[in-house]
Structure formats: structure tokens, C-alpha cells
């Protein structure tokens, strides 16, 4: 998912698109799998889980060689949306096989592994990403991804038993046409109304026509997914207080996280003057931190009990968020790798028995679209965050009277002393966030399953 950013700038001058443009490669990707990931979810109570993880590898592979091989923007475009849906259908159903295999009390150990992959693949994309592009094109890329793909795919074929990972266990066998249709248009809506691809003169029209379009989606889908016999997604489930506060937990936890994360590179390329292949090496300590986090948090919640150690992670965080609050154009690497690893041990630490709660809470018959729905919270926690993040350091630097692309700070006579100000207030807004998630942490405790 993230070994395409640092090909960017490559892409737009082979294309002759501006950088505005260009992100459409990884917007086209992320509302597809937005949009479609509860759909997907659902799709797999029907088809079976097995089936449905097969079948998004196959798009995904596809996709890949439509990028690999585009000769137009439109085309590598529409190579996106493939993987995109691919990549839909893997997210939809992969956290509900992890979960049917393992017992329950082994749960924080199966999805501290799961997280822990997710981790290292995310910080490993753009470090890999990072080498190719010194000796290849920038097509090479979506060839390297198909390959691991192919190899997953048979494996898949010769190990999954649909069976044994816990497939065809809702007794409803209709599929919510309606509901996904709604929720498509409600995400497209609401990504494209918080990170608008657009140019800046049609933001005003975006954010006035989105917000509200955005609202009538919603409760138009609630309306009737609380009156059709077979639902997208229970809602009901949202009566259980434990499911409701968890849920709303892991949203608040990934709004602040996908923040800090989106400044990262910000301010170590242009504050702090690194290269891009030395940013991703300093990003991975992160990843490394995480994993740990997600192993030693997701164990230890299956022998301690789970909400403490969200709790927990909150807290470091927002320790560590106040460090990283004062970082300035002299902080030595050393503490920003040690930050980041910390950064991403909290991470893990809550992010794991967070997910275990909200399963535990859940019956077995609704792993397929609960699972769906715990990506779909993580991927509108980022969206958010980053609107956040970027909300504020634009508000900041135009106070100051910098009414700047973000990629020319550093350049400008004093916008780095601007940007550093607007740095502390992002973070004081993500520490704000780290609080609320402390409080709505509070709020759940572990209860017997009933599965």
C-alpha cells in the first residue's frame, strides 16, 4: 500500500502531471478500499472467506500489472482502483480468519501477529521503495508487489479450509444491495470532503457540498439499515456498550496517530534536511517499535486482562507525543529514532487488546463485517487525523502570514520558525485526541464472551 509515495515525483514528471494530480495514484486507491471494505466484509459471509481472500489477491495482482504496464496517467489510474479492490477484499476478511482460528484467550496473540505484519509492511513499502527507485524505474515497483502476491495466493489455495477459518456462519444468506451502494457513496463523500484531490479553488464547493451530502448519507444508511431484515452491518451491535466505546476508541486512537505521522516527513525533509531513503530508515524504528508493542501487548492482554493495556499505550503516547511536540531544527536523530520506536511500541500496545475487546464483543456469525468495520475505523481514523493535522498547520502558518504549500517551508525566509509553531499546536490538538481516546478507554472493561 505504501511503496508507491516515494515514486511520486517520478510518476508526475513521466506523465506530465502537476504533484496535485500525481496523488490521485494513492487517493484512487485509498477510497477504493474505503469505500468497498464493508461491502467486502459482507460479501464474504456469502461466498466464503477463503474464496473471497483468493479472489481480492487475484485483483490485486491484476492491478498491479495494469500499473506496471500503463501507458497513459488514466491507465495506472485505473490499475489503482483494481488493486484497490483487491486489497477491499483482503482488509474485509482478514482479520475475522485470524480471529476464527485462535481461541479466545489466545486472541491478543493472533492479532498482535497480524498488526505486527501490517506494521512492518507499512514502514518496509516506501524503504523498499526507497532502493529500487536508485537502480529502476519507477514501473518496477508494481512488479515487485505482484510476485509475494502470486506466492500468497497459492499458499492461501493449499492452506485455507473454509471450515476451519470459519466461513458460511450467518444464517442470512441475502446480500444489503442498498446498504453497499450507501456506504460507497458515503465514504467517497466523506474522503474526498477531508482530503480534497481537487484543486484548492473548488475547496470551499467540496467542503460545502460534502459536509452536508456527507450527513444525509449517514443517517439515510442508518435509516434503513436499522429497518431491512438483512443488513450491511448490524447496527444493533452498537447497543452493546463495550462494542461502541471500543469502536469509537480505535477511531480517536488512529485520528491521532495518522497526524503526527503525516508532518513526519514534513518536517524531517524540510526542518530537518534528510533525504527521503534516510527518513524512511528513521520511520521503520517505528514499525520495529510497533511490533513489539502489538507482540508484547496482545500476550500479555491475553494473561492480564485487555483495557488496562490500552489504557497504558494511551498514556505513553501522550508522554511521548509531548516530546515529539518540541522537536526543532537541532533535535539530535538519536531521539528522534527513540521517539518513533516509542511512538510505535504505544501504538501496538493499545491497538491489539483494542481490536480483541471489539471482537469479544461480537458474535462469531458477524466476524466477517465487524472485521471490515474495525479496518474501515482505522482507515476514517486516518482520513481524520490527517485533515486535523493539516487543518491546523494551515491555520497556524497563516496566522503567522505564511500562506504557503507545505513543500515550500523551509525555503521561504522564517517559515521555518512558523512551521515549528504550528508543529506544537498540531500536537497539542493530538494530545487532545490521546485524552479523549484515555477516556473512552476507561469506558470498557472485559467481559465474557459469549461466543
Not at 84 to 97: F, R
Not at 172 to 177: I, N, P, Q, S
Request: net charge positive; charged share 10%; with cysteine.
Amino acid at each position: 500500500m505504501n511503496i508507491t509515495i516515494l515514486a511520486l515525483p517520478l510518476i508526475a514528471r513521466d506523465f506530465a502531471v502537476t504533484l496535485r494530480e500525481v496523488s490521485w495514484v494513492v487517493i484512487a486507491f485509498s477510497l477504493t478500499v474505503t469505500a468497498l471494505l464493508l461491502p467486502m466484509g459482507r460479501l464474504s459471509d456469502l461466498i466464503g472467506r477463503k474464496k473471497t481472500l483468493l479472489s481480492g489477491i487475484t485483483f490485486f495482482i491484476i492491478g498491479s500489472m495494469i500499473c506496471y504496464f500503463a501507458g497513459s496517467f488514466s491507465m495506472l489510474i485505473l490499475g489503482r482502483v483494481v488493486m484497490g479492490l483487491g486489497a477491499s477484499l483482503g482488509q474485509g476478511v482478514g482479520t475475522a480468519i485470524v480471529v476464527s482460528v485462535f481461541p479466545q484467550k489466545e486472541r491478543g496473540k493472533a492479532i498482535g501477529s497480524h498488526t505486527t505484519a501490517v506494521a512492518i509492511g507499512a514502514a518496509g513499502g516506501p524503504v523498499l521503495a526507497g532502493v529500487l527507485l536508485q537502480f529502476f524505474s519507477w514501473q518496477v515497483i508494481f512488479l515487485v508487489v505482484a510476485f509475494p502476491a502470486v506466492l500468497a495466493f497459492f499458499w492461501g489455495l493449499l492452506i485455507l479450509d473454509d471450515e476451519r477459518i470459519g466461513s458460511f456462519q450467518s444464517e442470512d444468506r441475502v446480500f444489503d444491495w442498498s446498504g453497499a451502494v450507501l456506504t460507497i457513496l458515503l465514504m467517497l463523500f466523506f474522503v474526498t470532503t477531508l482530503n480534497s484531490p481537487f484543486p484548492s479553488d473548488y475547496d470551499f464547493w467540496v467542503f460545502l457540498l460534502g459536509i452536508p451530502g456527507s450527513i444525509i448519507l449517514l443517517i439515510t444508511f442508518i435509516f434503513l439499515q436499522l429497518r431491512t431484515p438483512s443488513p450491511l452491518l448490524d447496527l444493533k451491535l452498537f447497543s452493546n456498550r463495550i462494542f461502541s466505546y471500543s469502536s469509537l476508541t480505535r477511531f480517536l486512537g488512529f485520528t491521532s496517530r495518522s497526524g503526527g505521522m503525516l508532518l513526519l516527513p514534513v518536517f524531517l525533509l524540510n526542518i530537518r534536511g534528510l533525504d527521503e531513503f534516510t527518513i524512511g530508515l528513521l520511520m521503520f524504528s517505528g514499525a520495529l517499535g510497533m511490533g513489539i508493542g502489538a507482540q508484547s501487548g496482545g500476550r500479555l492482554s491475553d494473561i492480564f486482562g485487555r483495557r488496562r493495556f490500552v489504557i497504558f499505550g494511551f498514556v505513553l503516547a501522550v508522554l511521548n507525543s509531548m516530546l515529539m511536540a518540541w522537536y526543532h531544527q537541532e533535535t539530535p536523530l538519536l531521539l528522534i529514532v527513540l521517539t518513533l520506536f516509542v511512538n510505535g511500541i504505544s501504538m501496538g500496545l493499545w491497538s491489539t487488546p483494542n481490536q480483541v475487546i471489539t471482537v469479544n464483543a461480537t458474535p462469531k456469525s458477524k466476524f466477517g463485517p465487524v472485521g471490515a468495520l474495525i479496518n474501515l475505523t482505522r482507515n476514517t481514523g486516518n482520513v481524520t487525523g490527517q485533515a486535523i493535522a493539516t487543518a491546523v498547520i494551515a491555520a497556524v502558518l497563516g496566522f503567522q502570514g505564511f500562506d504557503i504549500e507545505l513543500s515550500q517551508v523551509g525555503i521561504m525566509e522564517g517559515s521555518v520558525e512558523a512551521f515549528t509553531h504550528a508543529w506544537r499546536a498540531a500536537y497539542l490538538a493530538i494530545i487532545c485526541v490521546l485524552c479523549l481516546a484515555i477516556f473512552t478507554a476507561f469506558q470498557t472493561r472485559s467481559i465474557p464472551s459469549k461466543n
